[in-house]
């Protein structure tokens, strides 16, 4: 059985029964058991394998326009009314003008499907799956590689003053793998994992081995290939970049918190065309692929949010507060990392819908110009209130009349985001969502879980290489 077995439940009811008696507008209790499993194998031997517990209670209050909170890993009813008491101090002595939307709450408990345990997995076999899909990837001309299998449950219980009573219960699994290729004094590094939220099954019916090896012999054609010729080009990104670049430099624009405090190139604009009308951006909490959000860390109901349609500005991720600054509905997008810290605005899982092209539709008039893949794809810099971005691609692919040629090296792709959804002009039929066991999105020191992806993108002209102007 899984580390995570007790209630808090009652504990958190009395808690809420003593914030009832302070007469505040608003109070809310999270409590949070976190377990999380790692195995790290590199270059054909066990490194680490490393488990962590956490258990807590967040506690927000707010009053007089502003907000208080704290926390307590120390489950008591003591410690839970000491915590509630120094969030309350803060929201009476740094009075604000903040206010916070009304809203319908609901009592619901929900929880991801998995069918096997993986923590009830022996360690035997994780290890195992992990060592072999290393060695599989150790081939001529690599000279390294990295493997790693991670495992999390999250359980969450929200308590609010106005009603809600929500858990929420996900498992979550992955493995990632980094292959690094050497030749003639260039390296290449290829990453790429697979994570699902799912149980143990998911790591059993995957081929990881062939994953790492396909990882390794990527890396090793790409550190022998040529750079690609910097300049602007029509390009066709593939789901992986597209997601990537709608999650950071179009996504973290919608959120509402960013808006109303003037940081988002999107501020003012709705209603107005953001993009072509062949673009569809769709925020939404529970889909294929994605991360597990039906509701956010206020209790929110997770909307689907359509933030732009048919090339139009339509709406913001928001929550409690942001919702009320704007002036427009929660959409469940209130959101913090653990316990120890208060929901902000984020994204959940940020995606384009698909259109009605094949990929060979997509490429067939580009004379020159380049299959762009987000594997093996590096960070990147975003600048939410100019709009502008920079991220690293991964090796891919030169094309010429119409056909995929010769690999490239991976490279760099950078633009003004509006500019560059304006400048889509066919979307594919296809669509993968994906997310990550390993990391996920970080702001203002916080790191959630998130979800993005999208169908093959054709982008009529993105400078590929070369420095934005």
């Known amino acids: 059985m899984s580390i995570l077995s007790v209630s808090y439940k009652d504990l958190l009811e009395e808690g809420l029964r003593y914030i009832e008696k302070l007469n505040v507008k608003y109070g809310d209790l999270r409590y949070q058991e976190y377990e999380y499993e790692t195995i790290y194998v590199e270059d054909g031997g066990l490194r680490e394998y490393s488990k962590m517990v956490r258990r807590g209670i967040g506690v927000r209050i707010f009053n007089n326009g502003s907000w208080g909170f704290s926390s307590t890993n120390i489950l008591d009813i003591n410690m839970l009314q000491k915590a509630i008491d120094k969030a309350y101090s803060m929201a009476k002595t740094f009075r604000g003008s903040k ?23 022996s360690p035997e ?18 000279r390294s590689v990295v493997t790693r299998l991670g495992l999390q449950k999250d359980k969450r219980i929200i308590l609010t003053l106005d009603g809600a009573d929500i858990e929420i219960k996900t498992t979550f699994v992955g493995l990632s ?57 029509k390009v066709v990104a593939d789901p992986d970049l597209i997601g990537l670049i709608l999650h950071e430099a179009f996504g973290h624009a919608s959120e509402g918190d960013l808006v109303s405090s003037g940081t988002s190139i999107l501020k003012n604009k709705i209603g107005e065309k953001v993009a072509s009308e062949f673009v569809t951006i769709i925020d939404e909490g529970v889909v294929e692929g994605g991360y597990f959000v039906p509701y956010d860390d ?44 208060p929901p902000i605005v984020r994204q959940t899982n940020f995606y384009m819908l698909p259109g009605d092209q094949s990929f060979e539709e997509l490429i067939e008039d580009i004379d020159e110009g380049y299959y762009l893949l987000g594997r093996g794809a590096g960070g990147g810099q975003v600048d939410t209130g100019a709009g502008t971005f920079t991220f690293a691609v991964g090796p891919s692919y030169r094309i010429e009349k119409g056909e995929i040629k010769e690999l490239v090296r991976s490279t760099v792709v950078s633009g003004f985001i509006l500019d560059t959804l304006k400048e889509v002009d066919g ?43």
């Not at 076999?125 to 690599?142: C, D, L, W, Y």
């Not at 500005?313 to 990392?337: C, D, F, P, V, W």
């Not at 979307?427 to 390993?438: A, M, N, Q």
Request: proline share 2%; hydrophobic share 35%.
């Open 125 to 142: 076999e994780k290890i195992k799956i992990a060592i072999e899909a290393n060695k599989s990837s150790m081939i001529s001309g690599i």
């Open 298 to 341: 206020e209790g929110n109901k997770k909307k689907r949010t359509v933030v732009v349609e048919k090339g139009v500005l339509k709406g913001y991720l928001t929550h409690l507060t942001s919702a009320k600054e704007l002036g427009i509905e929660i959409s469940g997008n209130g959101r913090a990392q653990d316990f120890e810290n």
């Open 99 to 121: 206010d916070i939307s009304e809203r319908k709450t609901v009592r619901e408990k929900i929880e991801s499907l998995y069918k096997k345990d993986p923590f009830e997995i």
């Open 427 to 469: 979307v594919g039929k296809d669509l993968k969502i994906e997310t990550s066991v390993f990391g996920g999105c970080g702001k203002d020191g916080q790191m959630v879980r998130v979800g993005h992806g999208g169908p093959h993108v054709r982008i009529r002209n993105i400078l590929v290489g070369g420095e934005l102007k």
């Open 177 to 233: 793998h980094l292959s690094v290729a050497y030749e003639n004094g260039k390296i290449e590094r290829v990453f790429d994992q697979k994570s699902k939220v799912a149980g143990w099954e998911f790591i059993e019916k995957e081929d990881w081995n062939s994953f790492t090896k396909d990882l390794s012999e990527l890396a090793v054609k790409a550190v022998r290939a040529p750079m690609p010729k910097a300049g602007r080009f």
